[in-house]
């Protein structure tokens, strides 16, 4: 069998250099804090979970030159938004984890189509599943099909001009480097796999009796949305150990019990803290991204911190788990395949010669 090229301690533990991390922060820091403040402040915390995956649009395209970024944010908004409305529908039905669990593959591979195709930096449907899943776990109404365009949409929107905010002051350096945004179709098995992971994921924590699916889902595209099977691995590694470190920063700040203003307030902070960290080390950056996640959460379904945090922590282990699973399979059948194909052109070469 084949030895897959697994991560060394170092690999694990390195902490790469990022410049300009405090620029993306910001922004990212600022388009969640305005809808979300201005949500809390005029009544409408119901609506808080749209406007928190509308401003995952900010994101996308962080080094990018301005127009770039303005084009892929464009595209991962409509995705977003598609997703949370697919969330609320899938919501409609009464205890539909099954339907969750089922329709998140469709969603994770069609995510994965879109954003290699548009190169999406992050890359994978990860945000796809998360703002899926998450909206799809609580109940719904058909009236709240309208304030889910509505405020995801107009989130979204927020960003993108906050993103181009700085262009606008240097408008010739925005100009530098545009170009439109180049789409590349590839056939390849990386959709399948992500919807096979999905499935998997979501369907052992269903059968667990675990109350929070798209958690395990989550974990599970996080390292198939790496580039190579050693990364892949390091980033698995990397979701399990943070979310570990980040159990204990979520429990410091959910015992808090704090205010919803100031807890938007906390979450900015927190946003601000993970695009600090992630491109240095995943790991760090689950620190902030834990309790960001689940802060989001408590603002509108609050839950009894103990199990929520339990939860989190085994379905992330199951997640990531099945996702470095995944991985090593499909390392394993590449590389039988390869040495099948070598083995028949060398068959082929000493018959010739024979």
């Avoid at 339907?99 to 548009?118: D, E, F, R, S």
């Avoid at 052992?204 to 009796?209: F, K, T």
């Avoid at 960001?292 to 603002?299: H, I, K, R, V």
Wanted: proline share 7%; glycine share 8%.
């Amino acid at each position: 069998m084949p030895v897959a090229p697994l991560p060394r301690r170092d690999d694990v533990l390195l902490v790469n250099p990022v410049e300009g991390a405090h620029r993306v922060g910001l922004r990212a820091g600022i388009s969640v804090l305005v809808p979300l403040l201005l949500l809390v402040a005029t009544g409408h915390a119901a609506w808080v979970p749209y406007a928190s995956f509308g401003a995952f649009t900010s994101l996308y395209g962080r080094n990018q030159p301005h127009l770039v970024r303005l084009q892929m944010q464009a595209s991962i908004a409509l995705c977003l938004t598609a997703a949370v409305v697919t969330g609320v529908v899938v919501g409609l039905v009464p205890g539909a984890l099954w339907l969750q669990v089922l329709t998140a593959p469709v969603i994770a591979a069609t995510g994965q189509v879109v954003a290699k195709a548009h190169s999406y930096h992050p890359p994978g449907p990860l945000f796809l599943i998360f703002a899926f899943g998450a909206i799809s776990s609580m109940p719904h109404t058909v009236a709240d099909l309208a304030p889910a365009v509505l405020v995801t949409s107009a989130t979204a929107l927020f960003c993108l001009a906050v993103g181009i905010a700085g262009g606008l002051r240097h408008p010739r350096a925005a100009l530098a480097g545009a170009h439109w945004l180049p789409l590349h179709f590839q056939a390849n098995w990386q959709p399948l796999w992500m919807a096979l992971a999905v499935l998997i994921s979501g369907a052992l924590a269903v059968l667990l009796g675990i109350g929070h699916p798209y958690w395990a889902m989550v974990s599970a595209i996080a390292p198939l949305s790496a580039p190579d099977v050693t990364q892949q691995i390091t980033r698995g590694i990397h979701r399990t150990i943070g979310t570990t470190g980040g159990i204990v920063t979520s429990w410091m700040l959910l015992a808090l019990h704090l205010e919803r203003a100031a807890a938007v307030l906390v979450v900015a902070a927190l946003q601000f803290g993970a695009e600090m960290l992630v491109g240095r080390n995943y790991a760090l950056a689950l620190l902030c991204i834990t309790p960001l996640a689940l802060m989001m959460g408590q603002l509108v379904h609050p839950q009894p911190i103990a199990p929520l945090l339990v939860d989190r922590l085994i379905e992330t282990v199951i997640g990531s788990t099945v996702g470095m699973g995944l991985v090593l399979l499909g390392h394993h059948l590449r590389e039988r395949r390869n040495d099948e194909v070598a083995e028949r052109l060398e068959e082929l070469r000493a018959s010739r010669e024979g």
